[in-house]
Every structure is written in C-alpha cells, then in structure tokens.
C-alpha cells in the first residue's frame, strides 16, 4: 500500500462529483489503489462510520477513510433512514449522518425509498412502499424534516423489493414521479433494481423508464445479482453486472443528467478483476455520452421545493397516516411475531386490531400477501436474529481488548 494522503484536499473536492466509481469497502483498500486513475469517484456508506460496532470492526481509527477522502471526490449514501417508517425518526442517525458530512465537507447525500425498521424491529432488507398518494405524503414529511437537518436536498433510491403492497393504487413510476412533485430530491436510479422489479414482477422495464421523471435522475447505481432457485433476481451485490442490464443503463445516459454513476460491491471480491471490469464498461458508456470533464455551467440544477411549514414535523401519529402506519406494524408483525402469526392465521380482523388496522382497503392490502413472501422474510428475519446476536457478542469481546490495549499502552496497571 502507498503512503496515505491525509493532506486536505482541495475546497471544492467533494462539492460536484462527477464520473463514475465505486462503493468504498475498507477491505478493497488496497485493490483501489492499483487503479486509482480509474476511479472517480468513491461513495461512502454513513454506517460504517456513524455506527461505532462497524468502525471498531473495520477501520477504527478512520485512516483508511481518510485516505480514500483525500484521494477522490466522494458521495455520502445512507442504509438506515427507513425514510418511509411512520414513526418518529432516528435522531442518532440523523445527526450522526449531519456531523460526518460536516466533519468531511462532503456535499452529496442518498438514502433509500423504502422502509425496514417498525417497533424497534430493523429487518434490515428494505420493504416496499406501497404505492399509494398517503404514502407520498408521508415520505414529504419525512423527507423536509431530514433535509432540515442535513441542511440540503438529497437522493432518494428505488429499490429491489420482494413483493409490491396488494391494490396499490399508483404504479411505481408514477409513485416516484409524485415524489418528484412533492419534494425537491432528485432520483438516485439503481439501474439493477429496476431491472429486477421488471423481471420479478413481470413488466417492462423500458416502458417503465418511460414514465419516469429522468430528468430527476442525478445518480445511478449499478450492481450485479443472480437468479435464485425461484426464478427471481436477488439484489446480493455479489457478481458482475449481468448483461440485460448495460442497455437499460445506456437508456438512461443518453435521457438523464445524471452525473454520478457507482458499481456497488460488497463481496466475491476474488478476483478484483471483475469489479475493475465492471468499472472499465460504465465509464466507457458514461463518457460515450458526457464530456471528459463536466463544464461548469452544466450543473445539476436545483429543482423547485414546494411550500412546506418551516419548523413543521412529521406527525407519524395523525390520524390520516393510521392505516399506512397499521399496514407497516401489521406485514412487520407477520415476519416476526410468531404470536401474532398465530392470531392473525385464525382470525386476520380481530388480529389487526392489535396495530389499529380496520380501514378495508389495508386489511385486503396486508391480507392478500403472498403466504411465501412473508415466509421467506421470516426466515432472513430468524436469520439475522441470530447473525444480531454473534455480531453483538464479538463487538463486546474487540471492545474489552481495545479498552485493555489502551490501558496497557498508557502504563496502567489492567
């Protein structure tokens, strides 16, 4: 490994990215370096380095970060929010997220549109919205409140999802579209998910980049999965981008400003060929279709936000957002609570009550889920239970090291 560059960059190193890069991962450090003139640009993921468990275990005293920040320009993009969970949100993360881009003077920030924590239960794996005008309301509250708080707009990114909510009213375009009316985020389109919802879900994807707002598009992620033992596509972040996926990332090149793209990959990193392969190809397109250098008056510009309430919070309590809420504590209910299993497998209205679910449109809504989707959940669910509690136990054992190395090193009797 090459001396790390820990001088401060540039002012306007993090301001305006531009290119395509890759997903820093601590333990790519080394494979980065090889092609550092390659590379554009980096993402960072807030959790590693706001959540102490996933520093201590990777990079704990932040040089290799540091390093990375110093070398390239770099996004921020989060895993946590649950921006769309109706319930009050997580202050720690928030301003965990707010001090880190603080404290790197980074500009560019994403999170995901989707929901995956409900009654202190994090499943980890994101739950799609359903695609309902209550649900873009919400999404509006919560997106303002953050966007406070970090002090800028930022990206919000489609996901892969293992299931839509039943009689959803709105198309998942459309629903993005009303996102895109409602708030002042711009797109950060994963080319892989879409690809994945059209193959899982059986549409067109090409039509459904017809009816999305591509000029809200300001990044894009590529990944590459595999098709599971059912015939679906899982979003694993495992393998080279497939095939099908390069046209539909060309499409939206030539019909977006994006100006961020990143290869996300997050392990098989034997051989580091095929991520530097990966990366070739994107940036091949991406500058078949962009100026080696991005001219400065062709910045993204930044889009109309709609009157919101200054000061205005969310009310995850109000009564319009009660069947939403009762929608997302009752599916969690189902993947986690084997009493309520029980119960709602004997009599799905009387169980409801529990989570306050009455309204008929979102009793049939969490009624009509497949019985095999919401197997497989409980069992990644039973899953990472267990994974939570391994994780927890080793993250106690490296803490009492490091506290007793820190107390050896200073001279103290232990």
């Not at 540039?10 to 890069?21: D, K």
């Not at 950060?188 to 879409?194: G, S």
């Not at 205005?312 to 009762?326: H, I, N, T, V, Y």
């Amino acid at each position: 490994m090459s001396a790390p560059n820990l001088e401060s960059p540039s002012p306007n190193h993090h301001q305006n990215p531009y290119g395509v890069g890759l997903a820093y991962r601590y333990s790519c450090h080394n494979d980065y370096l090889k092609y550092e003139g390659e590379i554009d640009l980096m993402e960072v993921s807030t959790e590693d380095y706001i959540v102490r468990e996933r520093r201590m275990h990777r990079d704990p005293d932040e040089l290799l970060i540091k390093d990375a920040l110093n070398r390239w320009p770099t996004v921020v993009h989060g895993i946590s929010l649950s921006i769309g969970t109706v319930a009050e949100l997580n202050p720690h993360y928030i301003s965990g997220t707010r001090d880190f881009i603080k404290r790197h003077d980074l500009n560019i920030f994403s999170e995901h549109l989707a929901f995956h924590s409900v009654d202190g239960k994090d499943l980890t794996m994101f739950l799609c919205m359903p695609f309902e005008e209550i649900a873009v309301q919400w999404i509006k509250q919560n997106y303002y409140a953050v966007r406070r708080e970090l002090g800028r707009p930022f990206a919000l990114e489609n996901v892969t999802y293992f299931f839509p909510a039943p009689h959803s009213s709105l198309s998942e375009a459309d629903f993005l579209r009303r996102i895109t009316e409602e708030t002042d985020c711009t797109l950060l389109l994963d080319i892989t998910n879409v690809f994945n919802n059209a193959m899982n879900h059986g549409y067109d994807p090409y039509e459904f980049l017809d009816r999305l707002p591509l000029e809200r598009v300001s990044q894009m992620h590529l990944a590459g999965g595999f098709k599971g033992e059912d015939g679906k596509w899982e979003d694993s972040h495992s393998h080279p981008v497939m095939g099908e996926v390069w046209p539909l990332y060309e499409e939206v090149l030539k019909r977006s400003p994006a100006e961020v793209v990143v290869i996300e990959r997050d392990s098989r990193f034997n051989s580091f060929s095929e991520v530097h392969t990966d990366l070739k190809k994107a940036r091949d397109l991406f500058y078949r279709h962009r100026p080696e250098k991005r001219p400065a008056e062709d910045l993204m510009p930044a889009f109309e936000s709609p009157t919101v309430a200054e000061n205005s919070d969310p009310e995850p309590l109000a009564s319009k957002f009660a069947g939403l809420r009762g929608y997302q504590r009752s599916l969690m209910g189902r993947i986690t609570d084997t009493e309520f299993r029980t119960q709602f497998r004997a009599d799905p209205p009387i169980a409801l009550e529990q989570f306050e679910l009455t309204d008929a449109k979102w009793v049939d809504s969490i009624s009509d889920i497949d019985p095999d989707d919401i197997h497989k959940l409980q069992s990644a669910w039973e899953y990472i239970h267990e994974e939570d509690k391994e994780v927890a136990q080793d993250y106690e054992q490296n803490e009492w090291a490091v506290w007793a190395e820190e107390i050896e090193a200073s001279g103290e009797a232990i």
